[in-house]
């Protein structure tokens, strides 16, 4: 019940095109969903998050889509680039007698062609 | 945000050796976490650090093992005792903000 399912494991993705990584998760305490981007030799950065009673969160080329009634929720990386090459980890986060705990996904390793 | 600084950024160690490994945060935080991130793998959670009080750690890890120490509001420490290679892992010091958890660059370590 505590996991965070993430998919696709890797994904390869032309200049200009659309990244679309998913997640999934049972417990419905968790009340924050961040993602990190992580480059190698770097620690997780966030870059983007979202609050439960929100659907869609838009940064920039970043965008989460959050759906409540199905536990899933998904980052979309438009028009990615070779900079946007990266490990991306979903995480949810609950509060647990007043500390908040993070839950990470398995990661996805992004790769933009040029 | 949060600055978060690590030392050292990198280590090789023996088998059998102790590693302690330093985390700076640039304002003062209530509690700060010790995550491991094996090879390629996902982020876990090694144990939250209060100051003043000891350390809360989560199922698999313990205190023998793992000791932290967190003397003041911007600063602790984590140990990995006895290593084994299996203990080769990034290591990472995180912090809450609100809007997220924040982390240092890692500790790559290396043990052989």
């Known amino acids: 019940q505590q996991q965070v399912k993430q998919s696709p494991q890797s994904l390869i993705v032309q200049k200009g095109g659309i990244s679309i990584i998913n997640c999934a998760y049972e417990?419905?305490?968790?009340?924050?969903f961040p993602w990190y981007q992580q480059f190698p030799g770097k620690g997780p950065a966030l870059l983007i998050a979202i609050r439960p009673d929100v659907s869609e969160k838009k940064e920039g080329r970043f965008t989460i889509s959050f759906n409540k009634s199905a536990k899933q929720f998904s980052l979309h990386i438009m028009d990615s680039q070779p900079g946007d090459s990266a490990t991306y980890f979903c995480?949810?986060?609950?509060?647990?007698?007043?500390?908040?705990?993070?839950?990470f996904g398995t990661g996805t390793r992004l790769k933009v062609l040029a | 945000s949060a600055v978060i600084s690590q030392k050292p950024s990198r280590d090789i160690c023996q088998r059998g050796t102790s590693l302690t490994i330093q985390c700076q945060v640039d304002s003062q935080v209530t509690m700060m976490f010790w995550y491991r991130q094996q090879p390629g793998q996902s982020l876990t959670l090694i144990a939250t650090?209060?100051?003043?009080?000891?350390?809360?750690?989560e199922s698999g890890f313990v205190i023998d093992k793992f000791p932290i120490s967190r003397p003041n509001l911007t600063f602790s420490t984590l140990t990995v005792s006895n290593m084994s290679p299996e203990d080769s892992s990034i290591y990472l010091c995180?912090?809450?903000?609100?809007?997220?958890?924040?982390f240092g660059q890692g500790t790559r370590l290396t043990v052989v």
């Open positions: 650090a209060n100051q003043g009080s000891e350390a809360t750690y």
């Open positions: 995180s912090v809450e903000r609100g809007q997220g958890a924040f």
């Open positions: 995480a949810a986060r609950s509060d647990t007698s007043g500390t908040y705990k993070y839950i």
């Open positions: 417990n419905t305490a968790f009340d924050y």
